[in-house]
């Protein structure tokens, strides 16, 4: 009968281990459950900065933009294009005149530099035309003669009716193009319909057209023997 009690109490003992250790199994399963259900919170793993802006846009989230905030934003766009625009026109415009003055005062290399700035950088302003004219009668001056006539006959289609365009054809096809004295002759003939002023030495060299000494004294050569 002892041998019995003993075997029974050391069954029962047993019975009872291995319960708890099942119920702590249980309570350690259901433990990691939970804490698996717990939501992530992206913040541990960030710096302090990037930590203080998550937390802010947690906090407040970004609001719908209103339809004011759109016309707003629209107008400041528009704005800030208009400035850019305006601040090109007047880069554009400084750079003219320095090419004009240069031209004048005979740097006409200078003038011919800037000219062709003006042509590549501002093409789609109203004084890239007259840059373009101005740069064949500058090319004339330095020696390109081909370029010169390339061009003016390419203005000559671009600005038909430009007088200075048509004189300043003729004149450096009758110096340097005797085959072509027929259409020389042609053009100075359009050029005086639209402005007579163009005829006149003293206008070209000393007005506002300021033609360089290569250009006036072709002009000179054409009225001596034309």
């Known amino acids: 009968d002892m041998h019995y009690t003993v075997n029974t109490i050391a069954s029962s003992t047993g019975r009872r281990d291995v319960r708890m250790q099942s119920l702590a199994s249980r309570r350690a399963i259901l433990s990691t459950l939970t804490v698996l259900a717990l939501p992530f919170d992206a913040s541990l793993a960030m710096s302090p900065s990037q930590k203080k802006a998550y937390e802010a846009f947690v906090v407040q989230p970004p609001q719908p933009i209103t339809s004011q905030q759109i016309q707003r934003q ?35 290399q200078e003038a011919l530099s800037k000219y062709e700035s003006i042509i590549a950088q ?24 081909n370029d010169a006539i390339l061009h003016l006959k390419d203005e000559e289609v671009a600005l038909r009716g430009d007088a200075e365009v048509h ?5 450096v096809l009758y110096s340097e193009k005797p085959y072509e004295i027929s ?16 005829g006149d030495v003293a206008y070209v060299r000393d007005g506002k057209p300021a033609w360089p000494p290569r250009m006036v004294a072709a002009l000179e050569k054409f009225k001596n023997f034309g």
Do not use: H, N, P, W
């Open 74 to 108: 629209r107008e400041e766009r528009v704005r800030k294009s208009f400035e850019a625009e305006e601040s090109r026109i007047q880069v554009a415009i400084k750079l003219y005149t320095a090419a004009v003055q240069d031209q004048k005062e005979g740097r006409y």
């Open 122 to 145: 501002y093409g789609d302003f109203a004084l890239a035309e007259r840059s373009r004219v101005s740069r064949a009668i500058m090319e004339y001056q330095v020696g390109k003669v």
């Open 183 to 198: 259409l020389a002759e042609e053009q100075f003939e359009v050029a005086m319909e639209f402005d007579k002023r163009f």
């Open 167 to 171: 004189c300043a054809l003729a004149v």
